[in-house]
């Protein structure tokens, strides 16, 4: 157990449907990154918290996902209008942020299978 | 650009055997590099890091190795056993920002 907790653990939901998924990083940890991950890859960079600011999204985050951390602590990741292309694992990492050694710890991640 | 492979996709190794797993990296600013171990079901653990001031780094039974100028990292596991079984990737960072990964190796330990 990395100290990173991931809610819900697994979540299946309709085409269309909603859904917004948990985490509670390490606690003394400033930084909060989201990553996804499809099967036989390795995870790929969503965003990333500095505190409660957001400070870079990639572009794999279209317009209908949205994150928060609104007081630096948990966060949040929510899929708007989901499609079958968005199943996948989502990943939660939190970690100091120290420049040239970025260590980042992971959660259990949450499956989310879109049908 | 942006992009950090391995060599091999598996590994079948003895239980008891060494294992070395391979990964090679295209950014030659990245500063920081971290093998993780994934089993299934669960998020990518921490193994083992090290810097790029750095060309060797031991942890316990692990060893990760730099080389810069050929931009290629291994990780070496010594006598490896059933519960090393597992996909290992390796990241990349430059600066205090995201993680690049690889896609992994799947680690097979024969009993």
């Known amino acids: 157990d990395t100290g990173v907790s991931q809610d819900p653990r697994h979540k299946i939901t309709k085409r269309g449907q909603n859904v917004t998924f948990r985490c509670d990083p390490i606690?003394?940890?400033?930084?909060l990154y989201w990553y996804r991950q499809t099967l036989g890859q390795g995870p790929e960079f969503l965003t990333y918290?500095?505190?409660?600011?957001?400070?870079?999204k990639s572009r794999l985050l279209s317009d209908r996902f949205s994150a928060e951390r609104p007081k630096g602590s948990f966060s949040t990741l929510e899929i708007q209008r989901t499609e079958q292309g968005d199943s996948a694992m989502y990943l939660c990492?939190?970690?100091?942020?120290?420049?040239?050694?970025?260590?980042?710890?992971f959660g259990a991640g949450t499956r989310l299978s879109v049908l | 650009g942006e992009s950090v492979g391995l060599h091999l996709p598996t590994l079948s190794v003895q239980e008891g055997d060494n294992s070395i797993i391979n990964c090679a990296y295209s950014?030659?600013?990245?500063?920081?590099f971290i093998w993780y171990k994934q089993e299934s079901g669960k998020g990518p653990q921490f193994i083992i890091d090290?810097?790029?001031?750095?060309d060797k780094r031991q942890g316990q039974r692990v060893t990760v190795l730099l080389n810069k100028t050929v931009k290629h990292l291994s990780l070496q596991i010594a006598a490896t056993q059933p519960g090393d079984s597992a996909v290992y990737f390796c990241?990349?960072?430059?600066?205090?920002?995201?993680?690049?990964f690889g896609q992994g190796t799947r680690l097979t330990i024969n009993p």
């Open positions: 918290f500095q505190n409660e600011a957001q400070l870079e």
């Open positions: 990492a939190s970690g100091p942020g120290v420049a040239a050694k970025n260590i980042q710890y």
């Open positions: 990241a990349e960072n430059q600066g205090a920002q995201k993680l690049v």
């Open positions: 090290i810097r790029s001031n750095m």
């Open positions: 606690s003394e940890h400033n930084r």
């Open positions: 950014n030659s600013a990245s500063d920081y």
